[in-house]
């Protein structure tokens, strides 16, 4: 099986960046990024990778996120 495509409008990494920044220094959950991530863009991509993303952008950033 071969892993989806994402339409080249659709820039999940920005989009990642950006809520991050919006929620600043809160707590907040992954499960409630994972879900506004999809709502915002649409992607398909697995929570797994989602969650890898959201992880490392949060650590450049400074952002505490809480692993549910």
Known sequence: ???HVESSNVNVAASVDKLLAERGTALLSMK?????VRERTGTERSDADLA???TKKAA???VAVLSD
């Not at 409630?32 to 506004?36: G, S, Y």
Request: proline letters at 7%; glycine letters at 14%.
């Open 1 to 3: 099986m071969l892993p």
């Open 32 to 36: 409630e990024l994972i879900a506004a």
């Open 52 to 54: 890898g993303l959201i």
């Open 60 to 62: 450049l950033l400074g």
